[in-house]
């Protein structure tokens, strides 16, 4: 009998094991059957899409969704142009060394991104409609129309609602949610720096200036623009205006649109490359430039020339702390 009871108490023993073993097992296939199972429908510029998982192996194709992600939290395997991407988009957030470099974000190298072996690809309809038949058959591709018409509208909305389609896609909606409130409470901060040096409702113009075929060229931010609506969120009013849409918000003039503008507390911030400043270089001594009120009285103000007007919410704080540092004299 004592040993029919030892014998007992060891079978029941490796059942509730069993048991226990088989749990941990169900749970684990039934995470990975979640994530395999898991569908999100977006829409792009092509349409309604669905997304089948969890991508984790992502190429980007445009610096604004490399930088995206990284605000998201995830590292892309692969970004074109990386070396432009670091000179251009200043951000603290930076790439693993392990991030490749898949080509020109107008010519990628679709070899390079087949090597990757990527599970999802992010283009861009204006540069890579040509590509994308021979991109979907490397992974599934998902296209955005930063210049499609909606879009284009409100560029700031439109990098918000891109960082959002993004954070839905590799199941961030909470990191990007942060993200967008660490942005307005940075804006928060600088404004009222804005207040404090008694600069609010003042009106500006910004613009970024360089030489093209041989001709001081100007592009004036419009209101569209995202330079123009983080300058609304600061509380200061832009003075330029147009009668229709511009599609990358900024117009191109010549240093003869300035006269336009000539009230006595109007505020001149301007993007210029050191080689090619075209104030001290080609307008310096030129009576249009000379007679302009805000360079008579002293209000130009100069950005570095690697500020970056064109990216997304990381880009936009350092965005913003260039246009008060600019504005604001402490």
């Not at 891109?162 to 909470?174: Q, R, S």
């Amino acid at each position: 009998m004592k040993k029919l009871a030892i014998f007992m108490l060891i079978l029941i023993v490796s059942i509730l094991a069993a048991c226990s073993g088989n749990s941990d097992d169900d749970n684990a296939n039934e995470d990975n059957s979640s994530n395999d199972e898991r569908k999100v429908k977006i829409q792009d510029a092509l349409g309604e899409q669905t997304i089948e998982g969890t991508p984790e192996k992502i190429v980007a194709l445009e610096w604004s969704y490399a930088e995206n992600l990284l605000a998201l939290g995830v590292q892309p395997v692969g970004v074109a142009d990386l070396d432009g991407f670091h000179q251009w988009v200043n951000i603290d957030k930076e790439f693993d060394e392990s991030v490749k470099d898949v080509g020109t974000r107008q010519e990628p190298n679709l070899e390079a991104i087949s090597r990757l072996n990527p599970d999802l690809i992010i283009a861009v309809k204006f540069r890579h409609e040509q590509y994308l038949d021979k991109l979907k058959e490397i992974a599934p591709v998902v296209t955005f129309a930063p210049y499609g018409e909606e879009a284009v509208q409100d560029h700031y909305q439109n990098m918000v609602d891109e960082l959002n389609t993004v954070a839905k896609i590799v199941n961030k909606e909470d990191e990007a949610e942060q993200a967008v409130t660490d942005l307005n409470n940075f804006i928060d901060e600088q404004k009222q720096r804005v207040a404090d040096a008694g600069l609010e409702g003042s009106k500006y113009v910004a613009t970024q200036a360089f030489t093209a075929q041989n001709t001081p060229t100007i592009r004036l931010f419009t209101e569209n623009s995202i330079v123009a609506k983080l300058m609304s969120k600061l509380s200061f009013e832009n003075a330029y205006s147009t009668d229709k849409t511009e599609v990358y918000g900024y117009s191109e003039v010549t240093v003869e649109a300035l006269q336009n503008f000539q009230e006595d507390d109007l505020q001149f911030l301007y993007i210029v490359q050191e080689e090619d400043n075209i104030f001290e270089n080609q307008l310096k001594g030129n009576p249009v430039w000379e007679n302009l009120s805000f360079v008579k009285n002293g209000n130009t103000h100069q950005l570095p020339g690697d500020t970056w007007t064109f990216g997304g919410v990381l880009s936009a704080e350092v965005l913003t702390k260039q246009l008060v540092d600019a504005m604001v004299k402490e």
